[in-house]
């Protein structure tokens, strides 16, 4: 059996993770299989190198961003390599330009465009397990590219659907995809499966356990794809295409602690307004999410929008310019957005009812409300989350007495 693994930074944080992880990549190789394992930089090790950067330059250009927090993967994978060395088994470590991992030339966000999968099939044909340096790629004009934080999951989800793996399993400090973030709902659930689809919904409303991209691209390949602990010996969630036949209302609640709300006020009510704004928005690459008009009144409107807080000062910029089009505007980080994924959403009438009732029931204030076929998000003050998520968990998931 071909297996893609592959493990977090927490995973192999210092020497006796290291150690650990090579002895479940060994306990896996020992039994016949072809072992392919992608690494994540150690712990902080990212983190640091950006701090680093900071202190010598106060505006790093992207490509040499690329260039030096790539280096925390290439040197888990070497030190992974001696590590696997030192208990007997053959390996070799690779980086994104060995395995031909051509992106686009987006530097600290790239998509990848092709795997040349020649050199990995030559390794494996040699016995050796493959290391492979996550997150990062390279672009046709030669540069280092990498593709966004929590890339390391796409790379391992690339690289099975390439050599069309038999599994491809994500290690991470947690042992599987959860109701809730089980640090903020005592209560909350570990999944035995869940659909891509639901996986995807959760991953970009701020379930930090998998890259939405990766999750995009089991499902585009249909790579079998299962989230488990490396530091525990627990079965896991297995994310695959289809849900159990009596699929639950609501498979899990997400928070995005990385939002702000911003409201525009007085508009002039006349055709071409709302373009005008979210035109002069995207131009300047502010991402929009929830959007909310108010009934006109006195010939203006108000607009609500939430942008990532990392875009505040492009967002005011843009308000800014655009100023006397409307008479004031504001910016509220204080807020985050609560949500629940599920495909019985969109066909139950009586999900969005039990939500707000969960919210009223814990005196939690909502302001803002945004629906699809799989999420119901609102937005709440941050001060209300834990209360909130746990009044909301308690009515889709009340605990079953024994």
Known sequence: MLTVQKYGGSSVADEKRIANVAARIAECYNEGNQVIVILSAQGDTTDNLIELASKVSSRPSAREMDMLISTGEQQSVALMALALHEIGIPAVSLNANQIGMLTTGVHRNARIKSISSERIYKELENKNVVLIAGFQGYCEAGNITTLGRGGSDTTAVAVAAAMTADLCEIYTDVDGIYTADPRLVDDARKLETI????????????????????????????????????????????????????????????????????????????????????????????????????????????????????????????????????????????????????????????????????????????????????????????????????????????????
């Not at 999750?215 to 585009?220: F, G, Q, R, S, T």
């Not at 990532?308 to 985050?336: M, N, P």
């Open 195 to 402: 659909t891509y689809d639901e996986m995807l919904e959760m991953a970009s409303l701020g379930a930090n356990v998998l890259h939405n991209r990766s999750v995009e691209l089991a499902k585009n390949y249909a790579v079998r794809l299962v989230v488990r602990s490396s530091m525990t010996n627990a079965p896991g969630t297995l994310i695959k295409e289809e849900g159990s036949l009596e699929n639950t209302l609501v498979s899990g609640i997400t928070v995005d602690k990385n939002v702000a709300r911003v409201s525009v006020c007085e508009i002039v009510d006349k055709p071409g307004m709302a373009f005008k704004l979210f035109d002069s928005l995207a131009d300047n690459g502010v991402a929009v999410d929830m959007i909310l008009q108010s009934v006109g009144r006195d010939g203006t409107k108000d607009i609500s929008f939430t942008v990532a807080k990392g875009q505040r000062e492009k967002t005011l910029s843009v308000l800014e310019t655009r100023s006397f089009d409307f008479g004031y505007s504001s910016y509220d980080d204080s807020i985050v957005k609560l949500s629940i994924v599920g495909v019985g959403i969109a066909t139950n009438p009586k999900v969005a009812s039990q939500m707000f009732g969960a919210l009223y029931d814990a005196n939690v204030n909502i302001d803002m409300i945004s629906t699809s076929e799989m999420k119901l998000s609102v937005l709440i003050n941050e001060k209300d989350l834990v209360r909130g998520m746990n009044s909301v968990h308690e009515r889709f998931f009340k605990k079953v007495e024994a």
